[in-house]
Every structure is written in structure tokens, then in C-alpha cells.
């Protein structure tokens, strides 16, 4: 999460001709008086990013210049607390299964307000979106973040798939560690040799 303006306005300028696969712009507005569709496309990019390793951002008050560089515009102040973290969280999960974690900052930056929404990667499995709203989600749907082009899409390739797969894989091995070692049992005894040094960096300092 970005500590103040000057890291955000940092990050924004070196990503200012075009979003990323761990960031997604969007224009400043009020949450409260945005339409459904105008959330729907944030909680698609919150999907999204849960499925990536370390998560991403998606940073609200950010616009398109006439050369097409994204600018930091911004909103006034009351529009940035309409973004209360349970109403946020509250739709998102009601979207998400099994669910989303997230965290919401808002930065001032020249009298106007930046939103941030961080969003962390999955927790023990990946996000599907779990109910429809049309044209923008769909039910039964991975999204991810592309490889290809700078959107949250429900177009899995097989390269993102295996990324999502490797990256459940190795959550679900290190649970296991972790619950054989609650157990008292020495994880470097009862693996072979030539798996230990794969088993001790996912157990990292546990």
C-alpha cells in the first residue's frame, strides 16, 4: 500500500501511458452515487487481482489526458468517504466465493483524494465469481489480469491458469507443513532427500 502522495503519484506516473497487470485505473466519483455498472467493473478488477501473486490496485481518481496519459485528478473529500471498507467489502464478497480480502486508503494529493483499494491475493483458493450482473460479470467465471492486455478478464489462457494453479498448489503445501509441524512431526524426516530444499523454502521461517 502506498504510504503517501509522493509514492503514489510515483507509481502512477511510471505506469502513466497504460495499466498493468497489478493495476487498474478508474475515473473519481462518488461510490454512493455510482451506478451498478461503475462498481460491478471494480469488483470485476477486485476478482481479478485476487488472482495474482501479491494481489494489485485498483486506484480510483485517475483519468485519461488528450495524449492518453493517465492523470491523477482525483475527487473532493466527500466523495472519497463514500468508500467505507465494509460497503465495499460487503459487495465484493457478495460476488466472490469463497471470497476477497482487501484494504481501502484514501491519499489527498493539490485538495483532491485519491482512492486506493488493495487487494491481496487469494487466501487457500482462487476467486470465482459466483453470480451474474450482465455484460460486465459472470457467474462460474476465473477472472485474471492478462498477460496479452491490461484488463480483468474472464479469457483464462493456459499460461494464467497454471499461474493460478501453481500458486494454490504451493498455498495448500504450505498449510500442510504448517499443520504437520503443529502435529510434532519433523517435515526434513519424512520427505525424501531430494524434495527438502522444495518443502523448506515453502515453509520459509515457520
Not at 465484493?92 to 491481496?120: L, M, Q
Request: net charge negative; hydrophobic share 35%; aromatic share 10%.
Amino acid at each position: 500500500m502506498f504510504s503517501d502522495a509522493v509514492e503514489l503519484l510515483e507509481f502512477i506516473n511510471t505506469n502513466k501511458n497504460a495499466e498493468n497487470r497489478v493495476c487498474e485505473y478508474k475515473t473519481g466519483m462518488s461510490w454512493n452515487n455510482a451506478n451498478k455498472d461503475f462498481k460491478c467493473k471494480i469488483i470485476r478488477a477486485i476478482l481479478a487481482m485476487s488472482n495474482l501473486q501479491d494481489g494489485g490496485y485498483v486506484i480510483i481518481g485517475v483519468e485519461q489526458d488528450n495524449e492518453n496519459n493517465y492523470q491523477p485528478i482525483g475527487m473532493t473529500e466527500e466523495e472519497a468517504l463514500t468508500y467505507e471498507y465494509d460497503d465495499v467489502l460487503e459487495m465484493a464478497n457478495s460476488y466472490a466465493d469463497p471470497f476477497v480480502t482487501i484494504n481501502i486508503k484514501s491519499i489527498e494529493y493539490n485538495g483532491k483524494w485519491i482512492i486506493i483499494i488493495a487487494v491481496a491475493e487469494f487466501v487457500e483458493l482462487p476467486v470465482i465469481c459466483k453470480k451474474e450482473y450482465p455484460e460486465i460479470l459472470e457467474a462460474g467465471r476465473i477472472y485474471v489480469r492478462p498477460y496479452r492486455k491490461p484488463e480483468s478478464s474472464a479469457k483464462i489462457t493456459s499460461t494464467e491458469l497454471r499461474e493460478i494453479i501453481e500458486l494454490a498448489s504451493k498455498k495448500s503445501l504450505r498449510k500442510h507443513l504448517e499443520t504437520m509441524a503443529y502435529a510434532g512431526i519433523n517435515v526434513e524426516e519424512v520427505i525424501p532427500e531430494q524434495s527438502r530444499s522444495s518443502y523448506s523454502k515453502e515453509r520459509g521461517s515457520f
